[in-house]
């Protein structure tokens, strides 16, 4: 991949430090736009410090910075709202996203909160009806008392959203796959709808992460992440980020996102730039593990029903696989009879599965999303939505998947 340039623009890049121009050779001639993923995922956003050829970017741990003059700055004023290391975060995740613009918010709830806010107060929004609870928490609880009226329908036929858009309709809120039921929403139907009737479109994109699925690329306004999950990838940093091509509402959320201030510190920053250096990896061995776990698990006795939309019976399958590059390391199942007390004793007798909330870290993850992290959906909703009491979540991560395999099977015993 190194190049090699003419000594003609050698001098054009002269002028620059030492470390910028050998950065400016390697990549002479590959412009990001072009970079496959996982060159993007080490090297996208980021350059070697300019006093010491540092490779790492550096966590710039400072409040505020010394300005020229009055109102003249070199970009970076106040902390709050521009630090250098989230700076070379947000590149490099519109750069894995195809995005123009990225924001960076101490959470993924922090993230989803400052797209509401982008609405007022009789604006309708219209979600799917299986989503991560925390969402549906503050959907429910934080925003609707404020007059903003949310709508959850099955998304599983994008068709299904026209006859809920009215004169008051505002936005289209989508997570797939979903949490925790792994439905499979048709990113490209539901963002042509959108576009139609003039409305944003978000996806929450935490299950696939993007080097499984673009909802930019398919016609979505916004692409929503917890950081915290595959981007970060460690399970030690708690971030969110939305992602967009409009200048104009990136313009809206980054006033939103410094005027009220849930931005992430520069130590979590760079700890997601170390997290995305290994993203096309890790992702690979999730999407491999998650498939043989998967079949395992279908061919179980003790195993009702299995959500994972890699199965050729999965709903919307083939959508899946038109807009997904694979299908991840997300599972949930149910067990025959539906005893919480059998899903309670299964996920407490894990021992390479831990059982945690989240997802998406190098360590699998056992759950059960009717007490952990969908409690605070109503039981008539959550049961409605396939959230029943014996359903169990899985996490798939990178461990030997004999050790998956077998952890499960003695679980189950």
Same mark, same amino acid.
């Given at each position: 991949m190194c190049a090699i340039i003419s000594e003609t623009k050698v001098r054009e890049v002269g002028s620059l430090q030492p470390?910028?121009?050998v950065f400016f050779i390697y990549f002479c001639g590959l412009t990001i736009s072009y970079m496959q993923f996982g060159t993007k995922a080490i090297h996208a956003g980021q350059e =070697? /410090? =300019?006093t010491t050829g540092a490779i790492m970017t550096p966590i710039y741990q400072t409040s505020t910075y010394v300005q020229e003059s009055p109102g003249k700055n070199k970009g970076y004023a106040?902390? +709050?709202?521009k630090n250098p290391t989230r700076t070379a975060l947000e590149k490099c995740i519109?750069?894995?996203e195809n995005a123009k613009h990225t924001l960076c918010f101490s959470s993924g709830m922090g993230a989803s909160d400052a797209v509401i806010k982008l609405l007022r107060p009789g604006d309708e929004?219209?979600?799917a009806d299986d989503l991560y609870g925390g969402t549906y928490r503050m959907f429910t609880k934080i925003f609707a008392p404020f007059g903003i009226v949310f709508h959850f329908i099955d998304m599983s036929d994008a068709s299904g959203i026209v006859p809920v858009i009215n004169a008051k309709t505002r936005m289209i809120?989508?997570?797939t796959p979903t949490n925790p039921t792994m439905k499979i929403i048709d990113i490209a139907a539901c963002a042509a709808i959108s576009k139609k009737h003039k409305l944003t479109m978000v996806v929450d994109n935490t299950f696939a992460s993007p080097y499984l699925q673009n909802p930019l690329n398919l016609g979505a306004d916004i692409s929503m992440h917890s950081v915290t999950k595959y981007l970060g990838g460690h399970s030690d940093v708690v971030m969110g980020s939305l992602s967009m091509n409009s200048d104009s509402l990136h313009e809206q959320l980054a006033f939103i996102h410094n005027s009220c201030g849930a931005v992430p510190g520069p130590m979590d920053s760079f700890l997601v730039l170390r997290g995305l250096k290994t993203l096309h990896v890790r992702m690979q061995r999730h999407c491999e593990n998650g498939k043989i776990i998967a079949h395992f698990l279908k061919t179980h006795p003790k195993i009702d029903k299995i959500y994972w939309p890699g199965f050729t019976d999965h709903p919307n399958h083939a959508i899946a696989k038109k807009q997904m590059k694979d299908f991840g390391g997300m599972i949930s199942f149910t067990l025959k009879g539906n005893s919480m007390d059998e899903a309670f004793a299964m996920a407490s007798h894990t021992k390479v599965f831990s059982l945690a909330e989240s997802l998406g870290g190098v360590e699998s993850l056992i759950g059960h999303p009717a007490s952990m992290t969908h409690a605070s959906i109503p039981r008539e909703v +959550?049961?409605?939505n396939g959230?029943? /009491?014996s359903l169990i979540r899985l996490s798939v991560g990178i461990e030997d998947i004999n050790d998956l395999v077998e952890d499960l099977k003695q679980a189950m015993e």
């Open positions: 470390a910028l121009t =070697p /410090d =300019p106040y902390a +709050r709202g519109s750069a894995l929004v219209i979600c809120w989508v997570e +959550r049961e409605a959230v029943v /009491d």
